[in-house]
């Protein structure tokens, strides 16, 4: 990956209907595809709440058992 691009992992959310329902119409209204519109609200509620910006952690992998052959 380039130096200076930013690194974004996928997420998955479950959200109240009607709350995916103003989701839907937001995006039209602000011209803004659903995950600017969500990275944005999320990003202003840290911001307000004095939560720090910190540099993402690289993930561990998950240790996983090996078979052992019989």
Request: glycine letters at 4%; charged letters at 40%; zero cysteines.
């Amino acid at each position: 990956m380039p130096k200076g691009t930013p690194v974004q992992r996928k997420v998955g959310f479950t959200f109240p209907a009607d709350l995916v329902e103003r989701l839907e119409e937001a995006k039209w209204e602000l011209r803004k595809n659903k995950a600017e519109i969500v990275i944005e609200a999320v990003e202003e509620y840290l911001d307000r709440h004095g939560i720090k910006k910190t540099k993402a952690q690289p993930r561990e992998r998950p240790r996983t058992r090996r078979r052992m052959s019989a």
